[in-house]
C-alpha cells in the first residue's frame, strides 16, 4: 500500500482458503523472531476480495481499493482462523481485536480465548526502537502498554496494543510467534464497511514487517486475475526448473531521512513508460527521487492499480487517447473521476467487449533498470461498477494521476502485476520479475485447479 501515507487497509476479507506446504518449512519460535532455512519454501494460496461500491458520474470519490489480495492463516492457543491481506506495502501486521463493536466477530481475534497472547509493554526495547519507522510514533497507554496508531491514504486509521502472538503454517511444526498489532480502532471512509475488516500482513523491509520478523531471504507472490485461481504467495527460495529466468532491478535504498521518501518500502527505479514499445518523451529528473525523497516508485501488492506523478501520468495519458481513438468512444463527463484519480474512461458496449475490442489496445509498459512490466489487453481498463450509459458500461484508464491525492510517489499496484511471478529478494537487495501464467505456475506447485 502506500507505505509513506500508508495505504489504505482494506475492507472485506472473508475468505477461505487452505494451507500447503510445498516443502517443509519450520521455524523456532522466540518473542518476536523466527529463523528460518533456505532450503524451505511455504505456499499460500491467495483469495481475491471484491468490495461493491456505489459509483455516481457526479462523484469524486475518496480514494480506495475495492479489489484486495487475502490469506487465510491461523493465530493463538486455540488457533483462530484469520484472513489477512497481502501488503508489501506495510511494516506492521494487524488483526482486529474490538468483539463488542463487531456483529460479525468471527472474523476477529479474540485475543482473551488465546493462552499465548502477551501484550508488549511500552517499557520494551520491541516498543522503543523498532517502531522507529512507524509514520506516527508508538505511545504509551494507560495500561503502560505499547499503543500503535496506523494512518492510511484515504483518512481511514486502526490503532491498538502491539503484542506478541503464535501465528500457525499449516502444522504445529510450523508455529511462529510474532509481534502484531491487536487493534481496537478501526474506523473508514465506509462504516457500514469497517467491521469486515479483519486484518493485514505487514510485508516491507521493516524491522516488525512479517518477512523480517520470520527471517525469509525471499519471497514471491504471482497472481493470476482470475476468480477461479487468484494466484499464490510463496515464502522461501523458488528455484523451480521450470520456472521463466527473471529479469532483476535492484532495489533503491537511502539511508538519510527524508520526509517524503519510505526507507522500508520496495524502491525501484522506474526509467522510463512506452507505448507499443515508442518511449513516452519524459525526463528522466522527473522519475528520480528529489533531495526531499519525492519521486520514489514502491511496488505495493496493496494498491490495486497504478499512480503516477501529474507530468508522466498526463503524458501516457495523452498518448494512450491517441492511439485509442477511432478504437474506443472517451465518456464525456467532466465532472467524473474514477477513485478520485483516474479521468481518462471510455463507453464500451458488451458486444465490442465480447468481440475482442481490448487485444487492439496498446500495450502500456513500464521499464526499470534491468527489467520491465508490459501491460496490455484487459488490464489496461477496468469496468466501473453500477455504472452504465444507454448499453454501454463505463471503462478507465488504469493509470491514476498521484497529484490527485497529494501523493509524491508512483506507486505499481497489484492489477498491473497480474501473470507476473515477482520475487523478492531479499539477500540481494533486488526484485526479479517474470512473466508466466500463474494458474499453470500454481498447478505446478500443487495448488489451484
Not at 24 to 50: A, D, G, M, N, W
Not at 54 to 77: I, W
Not at 103 to 121: A, E, G, I, K
Request: aromatic share 10%; proline share 7%; with cysteine.
Amino acid at each position: 500500500m502506500f507505505s509513506r501515507l500508508h495505504p489504505l487497509f482494506h475492507l472485506l476479507i472473508l475468505l477461505i482458503l487452505f494451507i500447503r506446504t510445498h516443502k517443509c518449512f519450520s521455524s523456532s519460535s522466540s518473542s518476536s523472531s523466527s529463523s528460518y532455512s533456505s532450503s524451505q519454501t511455504l505456499v499460500l494460496p491467495l483469495k481475491t476480495r471484491i468490495t461493491p461500491t456505489d459509483h455516481r458520474p457526479t462523484d469524486k470519490l475518496h480514494f480506495h481499493h475495492n479489489v484486495t489480495l487475502t490469506v487465510t492463516l491461523t493465530v493463538g492457543t486455540p488457533p483462530q482462523n484469520i484472513s489477512l491481506v497481502i501488503d508489501t506495502g506495510s511494516e506492521l501486521s494487524w488483526l482486529r481485536c474490538n468483539r463488542s463493536s463487531n456483529p460479525n466477530p468471527v472474523n476477529n481475534f479474540d485475543p482473551t480465548r488465546s493462552s499465548s497472547y502477551s501484550p508488549v509493554p511500552c517499557s520494551s526495547p520491541t516498543c522503543r526502537t523498532r517502531t522507529r519507522d512507524f509514520l506516527i510514533p508508538a505511545s504509551c497507554d494507560s495500561d503502560k502498554l505499547c499503543h500503535a496508531t496506523l494512518s492510511y491514504a484515504d483518512a481511514s486509521s486502526s490503532e491498538g496494543n502491539l503484542a506478541a502472538e503464535i501465528f500457525h503454517f499449516g502444522n504445529s511444526t510450523n508455529d511462529s510467534n510474532l509481534i502484531f498489532g491487536c487493534m481496537g480502532s478501526v474506523s473508514g471512509s465506509d462504516p457500514e464497511e469497517d467491521y469486515k475488516t479483519t486484518g493485514l500482513l505487514g510485508m516491507n523491509r521493516g524491522s516488525l514487517s512479517f518477512i523480517s520478523q520470520m527471517g525469509f531471504p525471499k519471497f514471491s507472490y504471482c497472481i493470476s486475475g482470475t476468480d477461479d485461481f487468484p494466484g499464490f504467495l510463496l515464502l522461501g527460495d523458488s528455484n523451480f526448473t521450470w520456472l521463466t529466468p527473471l529479469n532483476y532491478t535492484p532495489l533503491i535504498r537511502i539511508s538519510t531521512p527524508l520526509p517524503y521518501f519510505d526507507r522500508v518500502a520496495y524502491t525501484v527505479q522506474l526509467t522510463g513508460i512506452k507505448v507499443n514499445g515508442n518511449l513516452l518523451p519524459i525526463p528522466k529528473s522527473v522519475l528520480v527521487p528529489d533531495h526531499t525523497g519525492a519521486g520514489q516508485t514502491m511496488v505495493d501488492s496493496g494498491t490495486q492499480f497504478t499512480f503516477l506523478l501529474g507530468p508522466v501520468y498526463t503524458a501516457l495519458r495523452s498518448d494512450f487517447l491517441n492511439r485509442t481513438n477511432g478504437i474506443l468512444t472517451v465518456y464525456e463527463d467532466p465532472d467524473f473521476v474514477f477513485q478520485g484519480t483516474m479521468d481518462l474512461c471510455y463507453r464500451i458496449s458488451p458486444i465490442r467487449i465480447r468481440t475482442g475490442i481490448l487485444h487492439r489496445l496498446p500495450t502500456v509498459s513500464l521499464v526499470f533498470e534491468g527489467a520491465e512490466i508490459a501491460v496490455s489487453g484487459q488490464p489496461l481498463l477496468y469496468r466501473v461498477p453500477h455504472l452504465t450509459v444507454g448499453n454501454d458500461s463505463v471503462y478507465c484508464f488504469t493509470f491514476g494521476n498521484s497529484d490527485l491525492m497529494g501523493m509524491e510517489a508512483y506507486v505499481i499496484g497489484h492489477h498491473h502485476q497480474q501473470n507476473m511471478w515477482i520475487e523478492f529478494d531479499l539477500q540481494r537487495s533486488r526484485i526479479g520479475l517474470a512473466p508466466v501464467q500463474c494458474d499453470v505456475s500454481g498447478q505446478r506447485l500443487g495448488i489451484g485447479s
